[in-house]
């Protein structure tokens, strides 16, 4: 069945209509059922991945990290940049030195194993917090934005330390770096003066243009050692403005993204996951949850009380920024995909990210819920 | 006997008949009715997109259960306070009730399957549980 192309497709986007329905029926994320399903599947019948499978995974995780890059609100940022970057740059930083140490130390972890660890480990969920934020209404409120805006650089942090940390530096890498800081300068000016001379086509040129330079520079990047989502994170970052005046282009990215491409690298990263470890690692993902916790409590909570939040909202912060799903998976994935680490270790750190979307959540939600209102609205 | 009842309506065919008996419990004991609407969004979601379109979608849907609600209280004579707030359902209704204080909370019921009730179970049951007032399950 391997060899037969159509029926391989079938199977795979079967298994993605099912997630889709049962995110439907639970209100739960599609990303985490298709790991979900993609890890009973690779388990209990077998995905083989194929180098097309694999391809329409890797343009997935690409486009949904220019995706995520373009979410970023550069105006949050801005106006509260002292808080969002010290408190978001504590998230990143403490959390990755903490788990990546204690896998080279306590674990016995190789240190590119370790590496892999420490950024998959990294991470925050900006989704994860969004959601809650309107859950709240929290979102309308200046302490919400700035736990917005600093999980936005936690996730920055992730995506420069998963481009540099495995990269060979050579000139090559400088030039790679200068090429996308040029790009990004320069697309936020050509980027809309092209869709303009354009204008909206079935051909969706727009669209075209966008993936063009994502995949050059992304080309650019494999080449030199580095990883294509990191391109894809700034050039998104660099477009979020134009894209947030024109929210219908990313709209139309996004319906391609969840329709066809991230499916496939969901469901990949699922059926990578291996079951007898999820058994006989429990220990170690629930060591990697704690720790995850336990730095970003380190780092984020004293941050929280310097910048005058009170105790609820500052417990509050920490927890929703110790959630992680979508950097995480893409980290950990990139460790199994370029043989950094292994199956079993794959298995711990992706169970350990998904719990960690979970976890902290749950705590939040139930005992740290800030003392504000829920929103309320009439439609 | 009954001052403040609520009622949680999501727009299905039992949150219809739910609001119909509570404008109908409204009116004979000449209460306060607020219904109760909640956008439910994805839990452990992706990308902000995914909570944005869904709470789009709502909004649309819950435009419309909004104005269905009121013509029933208006050809009931009973006057309605709606709320729809973003959350997951059983727990911002019981916080919502508990908010108003109501005395009685009228719910629908949606009948599952023996299998769903056992391993996810129903909003109704987790609100007889979890309410701080009587609950009328309306079937």
């Known amino acids: 069945m391997v ?44 995905l083989p991945l194929t180098p097309w499978i694999n391809y329409l995974a890797g343009f997935g995780a690409i486009l949904l990290t220019f995706l995520a890059g373009a979410e970023v609100d550069m105006d949050v940022v801005r106006r509260n940049v002292g808080a969002s970057i010290g408190i978001g740059f504590v998230s990143f930083l403490f959390p990755y030195l903490g788990c990546m140490l204690a896998a080279r130390y306590l674990l016995d972890w190789d240190w590119p194993q370790a590496q892999i660890a420490g950024i998959s480990l990294s991470t925050t969920s900006v989704a994860v917090v969004y959601a809650v934020m309107i859950e709240t209404g929290l979102n309308k409120t200046e302490l919400g934005k700035i736990i917005l805006a600093a999980c936005f650089i936690t996730d920055l942090g992730t995506v420069l330390a998963l ?25 936020p000016k050509i980027a809309p003066w092209f869709f303009a001379k354009v204008g909206r086509r079935v051909s969706e040129p727009e669209i075209k243009f966008l993936l063009l330079v994502l995949f050059a520079l992304g080309g650019f990047a494999t080449a030199v050692g580095s990883e294509a989502v990191l391109p894809a994170y700034v050039i998104g970052m660099a477009l979020a403005p134009a894209f947030q005046r024109d929210p219908d282009l990313p709209h139309r990215m996004r319906v391609i993204a969840f329709a066809v491409l991230t499916p496939f690298y969901f469901l990949k990263a699922g059926s990578l996951v291996e079951a007898a470890t999820l058994v006989s690692g429990t220990a170690l993902i629930g060591l990697f949850l704690g720790l995850k916790m336990a730095t970003k409590f380190i780092g984020i909570l004293p941050l929280t009380r310097y910048y005058r939040f009170e105790n609820r909202e500052g417990m509050y912060t920490t927890l929703l920024m110790s959630t992680g799903l979508t950097f995480g998976s893409i980290s950990a994935l990139y460790g199994l995909t370029n043989n950094i680490i292994d199956q079993r270790q794959y298995t711990i750190l992706l169970t350990a990210v998904i719990a960690s979307a979970v976890v902290p959540t749950v705590i939040a939600q139930r005992w740290f819920l800030p003392k504000i209102g829920a929103v309320k609205q009439e439609v | 006997m009954f001052k403040r009842i609520a009622v949680a309506n999501d727009g299905s065919e039992g949150g219809r008949r739910a609001l119909e008996l509570a404008c109908d419990l409204a009116k004979l004991h000449r209460s306060t009715l607020h219904m109760i609407s909640v956008e439910e969004l994805p839990d452990f979601p992706a990308t902000i997109d995914e909570v944005a379109e869904t709470k789009q979608a709502e909004n649309h849907k819950f435009h419309d259960v909004l104005a269905h609600a009121r013509k029933i209280a208006k050809a009931k004579g009973v006057k309605l306070q709606a709320e729809v707030v973003a959350g997951h359902a059983a727990s911002t209704i019981v916080e919502r009730v508990k908010a108003m204080k109501a005395d009685l909370l009228v719910v629908g019921f949606m009948g599952h399957s023996a299998l769903y009730e056992r391993i996810i179970g129903g909003t109704a049951d987790r609100l007889v549980r979890l309410a701080p007032c009587p609950v009328l399950v309306v079937k």
């Open chain 1, 3 to 46: 060899d037969n192309v159509w029926l391989t497709s079938a199977l795979w986007i079967g298994l993605a209509l099912v997630s889709a329905l049962i995110s439907i029926r639970l209100a739960l994320s599609v990303a985490l059922i298709e790991i979900m399903v993609g890890a009973i599947a690779g388990n209990v019948i077998g």
């Open chain 1, 163 to 187: 481009g540099i940390v495995f990269a060979s530096f050579t000139a090559w890498l400088l030039a790679f770096a200068a090429a996308t800081v040029i790009v990004a300068w320069l697309m």
